[in-house]
Structures are given as C-alpha cells and as structure tokens.
C-alpha cells in the first residue's frame, strides 16, 4: 500500500516536472528541438507498471496539457491515450529490449504522438511542417537513455520501485 | 472521447468561457518556470560592474537628449495638427494612454505565437487591447485573466490587420505567416504602387488598432505574371522574439469619439 502511494508520488512530481519543461520559455527557433518530456515520462511509466498507469490515466494527463499549453484541447490527450495504450499492448517485449532498442521504438512512439498532435492542431490552422515532427522525434528519442538513467538513480536512491 | 473535444473546440466557440477560466489557474506554471529567466536578470543588474553601468549611463544620457529633440518639434507639430483639425472640423486625436506589462511567458508550441503578460483585469486590461513595443505594433490581447493577460502576436497564423503603407496612404491587409520575421500582404494588386523599404503603419479601420502605428517594413515586391496579385512580405518593426517590456495602449476613447463626433462637433 505505502510503495504503490510513494509510486504515485513520484510519478506526480515526475509529470509536474515534465510539464514545466514543456512549458518553459525557449524562443520559437529553439522551441523546435524541444523534447516531449512528458510524452516520453508516461511511456516510462506505463512500462514501469502497466497495472497502474493506463489509458485514462494519460488521457487526463494529455488533456491536463492541452489546458496548460493552450493548444486545441484534446490533442494530446488523445495523443497520449493512443501510446499508452500501444505501451500496454506491447510492454512484455518492450521491457525485454536494450536500451539502444528501445530508443528506436521510442521514436516511432513520439513520432505516432506528434502526428496525431499535429493533427489536433491542423484542425485549429497551425498545424506545423513535418520537418518539426521528425526533428522532435529525434530529439526525444535521444533523451530516452538519460531519462532511464536518471530515473531508475531516483528509484534506487529514495528505494521505490 | 478526446476527440470529440478537439472537434468542439476547433469548431465551436462553447469552450471560450472555461478557456478564460481555466488560464488563472494555469498562470502560476508560467510564473514559476519564469524564475530561472528573473533570477538571471536580477544577478545581471546586481553584478553590473561599475564601468558598464557608466557606459551605460552616458548612452542613456544621449539617447534622451536625442529624444528630447524631437519632442521639441513634436509639440509644435501636435498643436499644429490640432488646429488643422479643427479647421477640418474632425475629431481631435488624443495622446493614447498606455501601460507597462512584463512577459511571463511564450507559448510552448513554435507554430503558435501568443505570450503570457502580467497584467489582467485587475489592471484594467481588455480583449482586444492593442499592443505596441518601443519599435512598432506587437499584437493584441485575447485572454484576460485576474492579474495575467494572452497576447496574440500579429505574425501568429491567424492574425490579420488592416495597414496602410505610410507614404502614399494605400490601404492593405498584412496577415501573419506562423513566422515571427515575415508578415504577407494580401491581395496587393500589380499596378499598386508598393516598393522595398515601404513603412507600414495601422490604418486604425478594424478599430482595433489605433491608427498611426508603425507594423512593419516592406522587405520584398515580386511580380509573377501568372498570378492575379502580387507577393509582397514585410518585416514586423517590433522587436517580437526579444522585448521583455511590452506597453498595452488604452484607446477606447478614440473609438467612441469616432461614434459621436458627428454629433458633437456641430455643436461645439
């Protein structure tokens, strides 16, 4: 009971984190390589444990976003719903994989988040080029690694898992 | 579900009201990721060495001399224009009234161009106020919080303003493109007479925008045979990607004088 409270937690302040980095000011040319920190964070985390963190819980988180960023409510909560359920689906082999793997389906998951974003967006008229989409991609996906890293020194250090 | 939601609000406007709601509440997250920004400031202003805020000084210094002068001739020409207008007997055009606010925050997504300021309707701030900075128009505030206000950038994708090119007087519309260097004019036809280097300045027609601001510089003209009008873009004069300080301009009077000076001035 206490470990599965301290988990939500922790994944708390993890989100809260995440979506500070997603909001923080960077100026429009920078703005382009920004990491979608939070995207990448609920994957963590509904690989970490499936049982607890699911669809719904992503939908709120997304949806949550959208209200924050002020974009087109329900982008990414529906973006964010769609990959945790793909993360659940396939978690099992997911888990198993390198690192170096795994950073490679992670682009494909922020790629399928983006586009769906991106969509969401489109349909208010600013939907952006798929230079943007490719570029945050990437750049998402070589920050997996560090999240892990530094995720699993914070598991070991405050000894939640 | 979700995307339901996303179809509403692209569509319909039944979400406008939770949108200002919710933004008092969002706000505070802009204040805090903008302490990084202010702790930086504050270190730059505590830790100036002495010699730096010298020069400084001394280009102020200049700078209002310089500033001074043109008041000069400003005030001369103001009353000047005062009396033409009143020989015209045209409504006379007020000094507008104008207030400091402070960037908290930009907007997280690069194709969306809004910035959070820190003045709301506490301050007496409106939708639809117009922006400017010391160099020329910014944008125009969209939401209004307690004590925080959205500003949407004129090259944001889905702003338009009428202008009006300061030489010659000819009226167009300058619709931002999703880039903060770059507006386009619409519907310039070929024979316009529209050159490099042309001063754009609000027209004041939406009555939105008080007439006489600075927007933007012409910076190219191309003619193509094959198309109906010609592609002009011009380059925004504010400083949008840099200025800290932004000044909200009240100018509701000029609207309502418009409204009954035809009344008022047989009268008076």
Known sequence: ?161 | MALAIALIYSKTDWFSGARQRVSDFTMPLYWFTDIPGQVGRWSGDRFASKQDLQEENTALRTEVLVLKRKLQQMASLTAENTRLRQLLNSADTIEDRVLVAELIGVSPDPMRHKVMINRGSADGVYIGQPVVDAFGLVGQVVEVGRHTGRVLLITDSSHALPVQVNRNGIRLVAEGQGDLFELQLRFVSSTTDIQEGDLLVTSGLGQRFPPGYPVALVESVSHDPGKPFATVTARPMAELNRNRHVLLVFDRHVVSDADDSPAASPGG
Do not use: K
């Not at chain 1, 070589?142 to 939640?160: K, S």
């Open chain 1, 1 to 161: 009971m206490t470990s599965s409270w301290s988990l939500s937690v922790l994944f708390g302040m993890c989100l809260l984190l995440a979506l500070l980095i997603a909001i923080y000011p960077l100026s429009p040319s920078i703005s382009v390589y920004r990491p979608e920190v939070l995207c990448l964070m609920l994957i963590y985390w509904v690989l970490h444990s499936p049982q607890q963190f699911g669809v719904g819980i992503a939908w709120f988180v997304g949806m949550f976003q959208d209200v924050v960023e002020d974009g087109v409510w329900g982008g990414h909560a529906l973006a964010l719903a769609l990959v945790a359920y793909i993360c659940m689906m396939s978690y099992q082999r997911l888990r198993s994989y390198s690192i170096g793997q795994q950073t490679f389906w992670i682009f494909v998951f922020v790629g399928i988040h983006q586009l769906f974003v991106n969509w969401i967006q489109g349909l208010d008229g600013y939907g952006g080029p798929a230079r943007h989409m490719a570029v945050s991609a990437l750049v998402s996906a070589a920050c997996w690694p560090l999240l892990v890293i530094c995720m699993r020194i914070v598991q070991r250090r405050y000894r939640i898992f």
